[in-house]
């Protein structure tokens, strides 16, 4: 197992200056960002242009990780593949395609996206749209050899009230997932907050998670009591902060980190544990960005075996 990030949370960074300050700072891969240059979103960015690489410019990326000792370990565009408006899926679909094929360009081993969620039609729906959807993507990504992941967040921030927007938040839909090829981007803080021991969760798919994110997760009981596990309703003004719980750095959360890295040696895991900066503490500026990876690294680092 070896030690990364994601690095949608530098975005006004260039790669080769992330790729030399993660190396400096101890940790041996990167899962690089690769949303289009749109900026609509927070914790996206732009490091890599996947529509247009080409193999010259593949293998000076390769090179640049080459000397700085790191690995790559996904690329990294997690967006609604089910979008209601037929446009904007369109693009999104087709930005999934140039991930898996610069996938193939760079010798990276995973493309990470979601599922995603109409919010006008059932979730019966959803999921059979999303089974004619991704049945290309799939095969598209095996004619690669690419592995074509879904990380488990919710995204309770596109649906309007705050429902699941990404139908991969649970283990029921992680079984449905695998019948259709994909993977799992395994990360714990969703289940925290969601209910779901993390580590009793992962035990019996450890040998279905192709990539794992490390982040954390606080609750505040008190708050949930006034909102409820759907958060606030009246007083919300902003679709991703549900009032009662926040994303955090590993090891300032609540998350047995112990227990769960044990839980993926004790399956066989041998990837990449991507740390996934979202934690509003350690967030505002680069300096506060790179002491929250600091932390993350101190959390993380004495329990993955040389």
């Known amino acids: 197992m070896r030690l990364g990030f994601l690095t949608a949370c530098m975005p006004g960074a260039a790669l080769a200056d992330i790729a030399a300050w993660a190396a400096d700072a101890g940790y041996e891969a990167l899962e690089v960002a690769a949303w289009p240059r749109i900026g609509d979103r927070d914790f996206t960015a732009s490091h890599l242009d996947a529509a247009g690489l080409d193999q010259a410019q593949a293998d000076e990326m390769r090179a640049l990780f080459d000397r700085h000792g790191l690995a790559m370990s996904s690329i990294a565009y997690y967006d609604n593949n089910l979008h209601p408006d037929p446009e904007a899926r369109r693009a999104i679909n087709g930005h999934v395609r140039a991930c898996i094929e610069a996938a193939a360009l760079l010798g990276c081993p995973s493309v990470g996206t979601f599922v995603g969620r109409d919010?006008?039609?059932?979730?019966a729906e959803n999921l059979a749209e999303a089974e004619r959807i991704f049945a290309p993507l799939v095969d598209l990504a095996g004619e690669r050899g690419v592995a074509l992941i879904v990380e488990n967040c919710p995204m309770e921030g596109w649906h309007p009230d705050g429902y699941p927007g990404n139908l991969a938040y649970s283990p029921e839909l992680w079984e449905w997932m695998f019948s259709l090829g994909l993977g799992l981007n395994f990360d714990p803080s969703h289940l925290l907050w969601l209910g779901i021991d993390p580590v009793a969760a992962l035990r019996p798919y450890v040998d279905r998670v192709a990539h794992a994110h490390a982040k954390d997760a606080e609750v505040f009981p008190e708050?949930?009591?006034?909102?409820?596990?759907?958060?606030?309703t009246v007083e919300r003004t902003d679709g991703w902060d549900s009032?009662?719980?926040?994303?955090?750095?590993?090891g300032l959360g609540q998350i047995d980190w112990r227990r769960l890295v044990d839980a993926l040696y004790e399956g066989g895991f041998d990837g990449v544990l991507s740390v996934e900066h979202e934690d509003p503490v350690w967030g505002g500026d680069d300096e506060r960005v790179r002491a929250g990876l600091e932390v993350a690294h101190r959390t993380l680092r004495p329990l993955i075996v040389r």
Not at 243 to 250: F, K, L, Q, V
């Open 119 to 123: 919010p006008g039609r059932t979730v």
């Open 243 to 250: 009032g009662w719980w926040r994303y955090r750095m590993p």
């Open 223 to 232: 708050r949930r009591d006034r909102h409820g596990v759907f958060g606030r």
